[in-house]
């Protein structure tokens, strides 16, 4: 199916006049110089088409006969390729025999000239036949003498062909792009195609995918056999999974595109994700802000998220429900690119979904947080030292795939968050929102009818690690007013039980919650005896304590009481900092 989407996407491409895509046997390729050429085949100049300053200049993508696949040996490309191979001269490198490498750019260069020979020796265009007077010639002392020379070499990069005063390259001129695709034309036995049904040559070799995110950087495959391990009945190669080379193109070229796209492709940890649809339509170019946006444009993402939920809201436009939707997650696999995951859909489907996981991960924060979270940060903050490095290799690929399905989020991620909040003895807004939508969509997909954690402070939610989180908090503020000098504002301390008994009281809490009592009283009295009032403070401490079941507080939690520990004492703690709370709390401590 997967690639059956691909290959009817790159015909919707081929199809639209505004999407510069390649035809069948061609390729976009970064194209550093450019040989001018007369009528004749003489030598008329050399043009620099790298884009860009310094060291960063890149050669700029032209339409190109597409490329050879190469391992180590000879191959040449048609019309365009490396130095060696276009001019027969061998590139300086460090560490090489000069000697060595003059003679393999001599065969090189030879494999370049037959190759175009076969091809273009029938082809009555001019252009075809200033390339091949050019090569048959052989007279390439001018442009070795010519200004850029050294930077030809330095570079390295591909080199092809144009006439004087042409802006088309010569493997772009209508006659040259004919025989070309005459001489293209697969041979070999018919067989049918295991993605159309079609008769068609099987591909041998797949296009390289390039873009995927830690795979090699010459690309990998999706489609490769090159063990015996992987090959059936003495088949080699491609004839394993017979893809017709037509579809093979297809799919490849598409790919490729979407990869290369700024706007249909997002790195969600270690999964680069590629998505569209089957016709043309705006959700193609808004789902990437809403789950990834880029820095300085959140308040554009935020838009798109508000009326995402809104219209999921009130009802999505009629026709969304028939119209196709896809998304794709590849990471590197060795030489070979994996598929993390894939999701089918239609556009209403898929919206619908992406909407469930903002609400579901909804939750109360503080004016600095952000109105939205996008993957990358929800993964972040689970990870080591807050560092992207340090995301678990599947966890991103896994993420993704829970909101696209719409299933429950994977148990690493509320484990990681938990985790992350132990070690910190710090429960951020990410970290909350993870535990709350995990727990949410959990009881969801589960069909529990127990109730859940919401999105702010609900003091009639007696789940015992909520409770003891609420708890944890009353008891830290309390802690923070006693060390708070008379006639001033709380202040943050350096130091509470937080970064002392945290991690113990999420696991271990019979033991730990009778010292933090023990130390509680002592921390009113302390505020009692500076003159403030402490009546708020202890009705606030027996109404969370009244919250406990009668069989008292358990010895050790759960790891989903461990997370529902981490929301109340979130939610507490965010409940303590609204204005109207805090000039309450100042209130009744200083009455």
């Given at each position: 199916?997967?690639?059956?989407?691909?290959?009817?996407?790159?015909?919707?491409?081929?199809?639209?006049?505004?999407?510069?895509?390649?035809?069948?046997?061609?390729?976009?390729?970064?194209?550093?110089?450019?040989?001018?050429?007369?009528?004749?085949?003489?030598?008329?100049?050399?043009?620099?088409?790298?884009?860009?300053?310094?060291?960063?200049?890149k050669g700029r993508l032209s339409l190109v006969p597409k490329g050879i696949k190469r391992s180590s040996g000879i191959a040449a490309n048609l019309l365009w390729d490396t130095v060696p191979y276009v001019l027969g001269r061998a590139l300086p490198e460090k560490g090489k025999n000069i000697e060595k490498s003059s003679a393999r750019a001599v065969e090189q260069h030879k494999a370049f000239v037959e190759k175009v020979e076969q091809t273009l020796s029938g082809c009555s265009d001019r252009g075809a036949m200033?390339?091949?007077?050019?090569?048959?010639?052989?007279?390439?002392?001018?442009?070795?003498?010519?200004?850029?020379?050294?930077?030809?070499?330095?570079?390295?990069?591909?080199?092809?062909?144009?006439?004087?005063?042409?802006t088309q390259l010569v493997c772009q001129r209508p006659e040259v792009v004919a025989a070309i695709s005459e001489k293209l034309k697969p041979e070999g036995?018919?067989?049918?195609?295991?993605?159309?049904?079609?008769?068609?040559?099987?591909?041998?070799?797949?296009?390289?995918?390039?873009?995927?995110?830690?795979?090699?950087?010459?690309?990998?495959?999706?489609?490769?056999?090159?063990?015996?391990?992987?090959?059936?009945?003495?088949?080699?190669?491609?004839?394993?999974?017979?893809?017709?080379?037509?579809?093979?193109?297809?799919?490849?070229?598409?790919?490729?595109?979407?990869?290369?796209?700024?706007?249909?492709?997002?790195?969600?940890?270690?999964?680069?994700?590629?998505?569209?649809?089957r016709?043309?339509?705006?959700?193609?170019?808004?789902?990437?802000?809403?789950?990834?946006?880029?820095?300085?444009?959140?308040?554009?993402?935020?838009?798109?998220?508000?009326?995402?939920?809104?219209?999921?809201?009130?009802?999505?436009?009629?026709?969304?429900?028939?119209?196709?939707?896809?998304?794709?997650?590849?990471?590197?696999?060795?030489?070979?690119?994996?598929?993390?995951?894939?999701?089918?859909?239609?556009?209403?489907k898929i919206k619908e979904r992406v909407a469930e996981h903002f609400l579901d991960i909804e939750m109360v924060r503080a004016p600095h947080d952000p109105e939205f979270l996008s993957l990358f940060q929800l993964l972040v903050s689970t990870a080591t030292e807050r560092k992207a490095d340090n995301i678990p290799p599947n966890l991103g690929g896994e993420v993704a795939r829970s909101v696209f399905t719409g299933t429950a989020y994977p148990r690493t991620l509320f484990a990681n968050a938990i985790r992350r909040c132990k070690a910190e003895q710090k429960v951020t807004f990410a970290r909350a929102s993870i535990i709350k939508g995990v727990l949410t969509r959990m009881s969801r997909t589960s069909n529990l009818k127990d109730k859940e954690v919401s999105v702010a402070l609900d003091k009639s939610y007696d789940n015992i690690g909520y409770v003891l989180g609420r708890l944890f908090a009353v008891l830290e503020w309390i802690q923070e007013l006693a060390h708070t000098p008379e006639g001033k504002k709380r202040q943050n301390l350096n130091k509470t039980i937080r970064d002392t008994y945290f991690g113990a009281a999420t696991s271990s809490p019979l033991i730990t919650f009778?010292?933090?009592?023990?130390?509680?009283?002592?921390?009113?009295?302390?505020?009692?005896?500076?003159?403030?009032?402490?009546?708020?403070?202890?009705?606030?401490?027996q109404e969370v304590f009244g919250h406990i079941p009668a069989k008292g507080i358990p010895s050790i939690l759960d790891l989903e009481d461990q997370g529902r520990f981490s929301v109340g004492y979130y939610h507490q703690r965010q409940d303590f900092f609204t204005s109207k709370k805090t000039e309450e709390i100042k209130e009744n401590t200083n009455g």
């Open positions: 199916m997967i690639l059956n989407a691909l290959s009817a996407y790159y015909q919707r491409l081929a199809d639209d006049p505004g999407v510069d895509v390649a035809p069948l046997g061609f390729e976009h390729k970064a194209i550093d110089f450019l040989i001018k050429l007369d009528d004749a085949g003489k030598f008329v100049n050399f043009h620099d088409l790298r884009e860009g300053t310094g060291k960063k200049r200033a390339v091949l007077s050019f090569l048959r010639c052989g007279e390439f002392n001018p442009i070795f003498e010519h200004t850029l020379w050294d930077e030809v070499e330095q570079s390295g990069g591909n080199i092809t062909f144009s006439l004087a005063g042409d036995e018919l067989q049918a195609c295991s993605v159309s049904g079609k008769k068609n040559v099987p591909a041998i070799l797949h296009t390289a995918i390039k873009g995927v995110w830690g795979a090699q950087s010459s690309g990998a495959n999706i489609v490769s056999f090159n063990l015996d391990a992987f090959r059936s009945f003495g088949k080699k190669q491609g004839f394993n999974a017979p893809v017709g080379s037509s579809i093979e193109f297809a799919y490849t070229t598409a790919l490729n595109y979407l990869l290369a796209s700024a706007n249909q492709r997002m790195q969600v940890g270690d999964a680069s994700t590629v998505f569209w649809a016709d043309p339509c705006d959700f193609e170019k808004d789902l990437h802000p809403i789950l990834a946006p880029k820095k300085g444009e959140e308040a554009v993402s935020y838009n798109k998220i508000r009326g995402l939920l809104s219209a999921v809201k009130t009802g999505l436009p009629l026709g969304e429900e028939d119209l196709p939707f896809y998304v794709l997650g590849l990471a590197p696999n060795a030489s070979r690119i994996a598929v993390r995951f894939w999701c089918e859909g239609n556009v209403k009778k010292r933090l009592d023990e130390l509680s009283v002592h921390h009113l009295a302390k505020i009692r005896n500076s003159g403030k009032g402490i009546v708020w403070l202890e009705q606030l401490k």
